[in-house]
């Protein structure tokens, strides 16, 4: 039996449809920053049949609707597939028994299938090395991206591109880590407007996204503002890394509403409390930037010099949750025996 903890991250260039949506094979690349907080527990082992017990933050047990488990089930199939092209398919002979703890609101754009596949895969990758079969990092992601795409890249801490690669190949898109957690200390201030969670889940965005008029464009531009989110990283130059990543924020949710049907993830919520801190940003220049994936959940990134002023800002939101994160170093095994 093995226990990981696995968090969220957030994409400053984000994932939105897929070339392949069975391999959940994205259409470009995406860069994320991975986060420390909110954490999901998973507990797995070799079992007879697949179980998943999920319990909330609470500890009472969440009742998976029967699309979850059937996520769960695929999941596993595909694995299964990529295993026997590392001649490795023998390695989960029977099934397996998960126990969930997560401490993360679903469905409200928290990332939180990132959090629980990420974690999912980590596990995965510590009971097959107990069948001999160790996986790299690179390796651990595919099998995450299998369950959740962007969970590929909360597989490793710090900055993480997802790179698309090209082909059918189950193995052809993989996380790569750019630059560790210590290299810029970055806060994540996540104000939740609404715990009620989406009707629409991103699965479903990745499948529309085709529809949109503006896909095409959006996936023109994505090599160019991959490179900038990049080198802003790599330079730690916050005002770059605002301007691309906002950009790209503004040009998803313009996709996801063109798509037919639409898909209207932003609330009226969310547009107040943008308008209110690029009003504060402008008036007292500091710097922060907003990003919002697929709910009405907003993410203020900032830096040290800013947080103090960041917080207040959210914890002034009238009816909003809110958690504090920064960037963190990735799904890992908890309480790893020292030797
Ligand atoms: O991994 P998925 O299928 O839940 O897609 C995630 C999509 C976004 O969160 C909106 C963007 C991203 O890159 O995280």
Redesign the pocket.
């Given at each position: 039996m093995i226990t990981v903890t696995a968090t969220p991250?957030?994409?400053f260039?984000?994932?939105?449809g897929n070339r392949n949506q069975e391999l959940?094979l994205p259409a470009a690349d995406?860069l994320?920053m991975t986060l420390d907080a909110p954490t999901v527990e998973v507990t797995a082992e070799f079992a007879d049949t697949l179980t998943i017990d999920s319990f909330d933050e609470n500890g009472n047990r969440r009742t998976l609707k029967d699309r979850e488990i059937a996520r769960f089930g695929k999941h596993l199939e595909l694995v299964q597939r990529y295993l026997s092209i590392l001649d490795a398919r023998d390695a989960i002979r029977q099934s397996i028994a998960f126990t969930i703890h997560s401490n993360i609101p679903p469905a409200i754009?928290l990332?939180s299938?990132?959090a629980l596949?990420s974690g999912v895969a980590k596990a995965y990758a510590e009971l097959l090395k107990e069948q001999g079969l160790q996986l790299s990092d690179e390796q651990i992601s595919v099998i995450a991206?299998l369950g959740?795409?962007?969970?590929?890249?909360s597989v490793m801490g710090g900055f993480v591109v997802?790179k698309a690669g090209q082909g059918e190949d189950i193995a052809s898109a993989k996380a790569i880590q750019i630059a560790p957690a210590s290299h810029w200390p970055l806060h994540d201030i996540v104000i939740c407007p609404s715990l009620k969670e989406k009707e629409h889940?991103?699965?479903e965005?990745?499948h529309l996204a085709h529809t949109s008029p503006h896909f095409a464009e959006r996936l023109c531009q994505m090599p160019r503002r991959q490179q900038e989110c990049i080198d802003a990283i790599l330079q730690r130059d916050f005002e770059k890394l605002q301007r691309v990543a906002e950009e790209d924020a503004r040009n998803?949710h313009l996709v996801a509403q063109t798509s037919t049907p639409p898909l209207q993830y932003l609330t009226n919520a969310t547009h107040r409390i943008l308008f209110e801190i690029t009003a504060l940003r402008e008036s007292e220049r500091f710097p922060v930037l907003y990003t919002?994936?697929?709910g009405p959940t907003v993410h203020l990134v900032c830096t040290d010099d800013a947080v103090k002023t960041v917080k207040e800002f959210a914890h002034a939101q009238k009816d909003c949750t809110v958690f504090e994160t920064k960037v963190g170093n990735g799904a890992r095994i908890k309480n790893p025996v020292m030797i």
């Open positions: 991250n957030i994409a260039i984000k994932y939105w959940r995406s994320s754009g990332a299938s990132a596949f991206r959740s795409g962007s969970a590929a890249r997802l889940g991103s699965t965005g990745h998803l919002m994936d697929a």
